[in-house]
T-cell receptor
Framework: AQSVTQLDSQVPVFEEAPVELRCNYSSSVSVYLFWYVQYPNQGLQLLLKYLSGSTLVKGINGFEAEFNKSQTSFHLRKPSVHISDTAEYFCAVNSGGYQKVTFGTGTKLQVIP | ETGVTQTPRHLVMGMTNKKSLKCEQHLGHNAMYWYKQSAKKPLELMFVYNFKEQTENNSVPSRFSPECPNSSHLFLHLHTLQPEDSALYLC??????????????FGEGSWLTVV
């Protein structure tokens, strides 16, 4: 079985400060990992994904994530956040076929002016 | 413009009503999904269709009835719903090649309120 844990339900951060959103997963097989963002009143949009290769993955809007197999983590980072980054962020794992995606409970990022 | 379009965006219905949610994808994908998003709960997968065939029903109550007439269209028929069914219902699609790394593309969702 696979699972995803996002320990932080809310993360407040000042504008232009760095941010890290944490994601830990569990799976008995190889995994594919995703980060999605959901802006208010919208669906989920892919930020980035890890399939294989380099463990540092760069995504849209200046976000990046690092796959750490030994720590079973896939934390999302941005060196300097903007007001427009205020949204909910979901980590997801897929280890059993394209429809077997498990989503975390989400982390609400609140950027403070 | 999103590649996955959902209508209506907002729906209020009584517990005895019958209504439907519609989803259309313009991405040429073979797989389509219904997810339920409730406050403070993980995203819940409801149904999966691959090449119009239902491949997963995640123990969804029968008051939710999906229909997939072709690979581009997906419906969710609703009848005798309960107030706890109020949620955001998200439609999604992906390329059904069996590659686990396929990205799932979401629509903007249909906000459902059951009164």
């Amino acid at each position: 079985a696979q699972s995803v844990t996002q320990l932080d339900s809310q993360v407040p951060v000042f504008e232009e400060a760095p941010v890290e959103l944490r994601c830990n997963y569990s799976s008995s097989v190889s995994v594919y990992l995703f980060w999605y963002v959901q802006y208010p009143n919208q669906g989920l949009q892919l930020l980035l994904k890890y399939l294989s290769g380099s463990t540092l993955v760069k995504g849209i809007n200046g976000f990046e994530a690092e796959f750490n197999k030994s720590q079973t983590s896939f934390h999302l980072r941005k060196p300097s956040v903007h007001i427009s980054d205020t949204a909910e962020y979901f980590c997801a794992v897929n280890s059993g076929g394209y429809q077997k995606v498990t989503f975390g409970t989400g982390t609400k990022l609140q950027v403070i002016p | 413009e999103t590649g996955v379009t959902q209508t209506p965006r907002h729906l209020v219905m009584g517990m005895t009503n019958k209504k439907s949610l519609k989803c259309e994808q313009h991405l040429g994908h073979n797989a389509m999904y219904w997810y339920k998003q409730s406050a403070k709960k993980p995203l819940e997968l409801m149904f999966v269709y691959n090449f119009k065939e239902q491949t997963e029903n995640n123990s969804v109550p029968s008051r939710f009835s999906p229909e997939c007439p072709n690979s581009s269209h997906l419906f969710l028929h609703l009848h005798t719903l309960q107030p706890e069914d109020s949620a955001l219902y998200l439609c999604a699609s992906s390329q059904g090649t069996g590659d686990s790394g396929n990205t799932i593309y979401f629509g903007e969702g249909s906000w459902l309120t059951v009164v």
